[in-house]
């Protein structure tokens, strides 16, 4: 059975396969369409005689021919604009039908196809007068699609995400039938964490892979490919990876040249679902041994700016990324080899103290790493001789584990929770594992408390129960009779801005 994941960000720099590209009978796309879709015209103008059905509303779905990266499907809104979701509910079918048939025909970096769709009609469709109702329209018709594809609703406005996720946490098992009690308990610990500002994602390779980008291992493989002889190979496997990067980098001119040809394997310039997912949790700090910008490109398409640690400097109270081995930014300042590790202990000691004063003061989430980094073995080692732990302590954090492990617990179960996600050994294959993790981020993120921000908003009107409807209206009193002499005071304003929050502003 698929799944339908909520994901925050800009659709147009998301990893998918596939996505829903709202036009109309005339193959008209809007400013923000047209703009960020480059090479559209020269594909556009190849449909020919496909592009006739269109125009003739014989067909309301066209995917684009010869297209690099995930695939637009051109989905045709009706023409005279929206004046209800079952306006483009019926179009939106279409354009998923169409959508996962070119899906299954491409080879997903994550396994099972992903096909993204935005919200139809809120904008310039005309129906943002009752974006809630479109906002459960696409729900379920995202839900309704191929069993054997994904779909991600991806959503730019805080007020949609909201609602989204208001909508599904209230059928909690028709929304995410493939976790089971224990897995929405760990989510629903993590989301309060998260709530409090106390969780810091420790962001491992794991998560980028659904981007295209390699594990560690992956790399050193694929830079092995590139310089050493299939005579030698067999003997290279038998070194430590540190020592395989150590003889890979030998085979360069300089270290220069290595480093370029590591940012060539881990830079991409759309993110996946799980970078986005951890992107939209309100948490101002994050670690990772990752060299890639995913993370940060997931923040910048919804409006937060990411200070990447060392490289820049945070402002008080602004979000912040730890990497502790480098960025693909700076290649002169990638850590991979023995000598890069050696290094580390003498000239970016800074950078583990502050990684050690999250795992004491923070609780740390740990994704798509496996708990065998040389570096990271050294911070949790520090931070045990400062804090021995004594029975009923807070573990240090929380480690999502593709699979279980009876020696892992073993060896972590002291300091960490570890939550496995093969649905007690169910899930064999590691892209369903991978897979199942994104679906537990997912449901973590929507049960991140975001505000209730759609309360005075009229565009969500339908979707209050009568006891919010009641303190709606008595807000809207409220607010309606402060006058201009208490707005001046700094009482007033400290409740205007409240009232704002909860969407008053979308009034005015």
């Known amino acids: 059975m698929g799944h339908v994941f909520v994901v925050p960000g800009d659709i147009t720099r998301f990893a998918c396969d596939a996505w829903l590209l709202p036009t109309d009978c005339t193959l008209h796309l809007t400013r923000g369409w047209l703009s960020t879709v480059d090479g559209l015209g020269p594909a556009r103008d190849a449909l020919g005689a496909e592009a006739d059905d269109l125009r003739t509303e014989r067909t309301v779905a066209l995917a684009l021919p010869r297209w690099e990266g995930p695939r637009p499907v051109l989905t045709a809104v009706p023409i005279h604009g929206v004046r209800d979701a079952r306006d483009v509910a019926e179009r939106v079918e279409a354009g998923l039908r169409e959508a996962s048939r070119v899906a299954r025909d491409t080879r997903s970096a994550r396994g099972r196809p ?3 769709m935005p919200l139809f009609g809120g904008a310039g469709g005309g129906g943002d007068a009752f974006r809630g109702t479109l906002v459960r329209a696409a729900l379920e018709t995202a839900r309704a699609t191929d069993a054997e594809v994904d779909v991600a609703l991806v959503l730019r406005e805080e007020r949609d995400l909201a609602q989204a996720q208001r909508l599904r946490r209230q059928e909690e098992d028709r929304w995410w039938p493939g976790l089971d009690d224990a897995l929405r308990e760990h989510s629903a610990t993590l989301a309060g964490h998260a709530g409090r500002g106390r969780l810091v994602p420790f962001i491992g390779a794991g998560v980028s892979i659904s981007a295209g980008l390699p594990t560690w291992a992956g790399l050193v493989e694929r830079l092995t490919t590139e310089r050493l002889s299939a005579a030698d190979r067999a003997e290279f496997r038998q070194l430590d990876i540190l020592d395989q990067a150590e003889i890979l980098e030998r085979g360069y001119a300089d270290r220069a040249a290595f480093a370029a040809a590591v940012v060539g394997h881990t830079s991409a310039d759309r993110y996946g679902i799980a970078p986005a997912l951890l992107s939209g949790l309100p948490c101002r700090e994050a670690v990772t041994l990752n060299y890639d910008q995913l993370y940060e490109l997931a923040g910048e398409a919804l409006g937060k700016r990411t200070a990447v640690l060392p490289e820049d400097s945070a402002a008080l109270g602004e979000r912040w990324l730890l990497k502790l081995h ?10 991979l080899t023995r000598r890069d590790y050696l290094a580390f202990r003498s000239g970016r000691e800074a950078l583990s103290a502050l990684a050690k004063a999250l795992l004491l003061t923070r609780h740390l989430l740990f994704v798509g790493f496996g708990l065998t980094d ?3 073995h050294e911070v949790v080692h520090d931070v045990r001789a400062v804090r021995p732990r004594r029975p009923g302590d807070p573990k240090l954090g929380t480690a999502l584990m593709l699979s279980s492990s009876t020696l892992r ?6 300091d960490l929770d570890l939550v496995a996600l093969d649905d007690g050994g169910a899930l ?7 897979r199942q993790m994104e679906i537990f981020l997912d449901h973590l993120l929507a049960h991140t408390d975001a505000g209730p921000g759609h309360l005075l908003d ?3 009107a339908m979707l209050l129960t009568p006891p919010e409807r009641r303190l709606a209206d008595r ?3 409220v607010a309606a009779e402060m006058g201009d002499d208490e707005l001046s005071t700094t009482a007033g304003r400290a409740v205007r801005d409240f009232l ?3 969407g008053d502003s979308a009034r005015r």
């Open 458 to 460: 009229d565009r969500f």
């Open 326 to 335: 480098g960025t693909v930014t700076r290649p002169e300042s990638i850590v």
């Open 114 to 116: 992903l096909v993204a």
């Open 500 to 502: 704002d929050r909860l």
């Open 475 to 477: 807000l809207r009193r």
């Open 374 to 376: 040389d570096h990271f």
């Open 428 to 434: 064999t294959n590691v892209a369903d594992q991978a």
């Open 409 to 414: 617990r073993r060896l972590w179960g002291d």
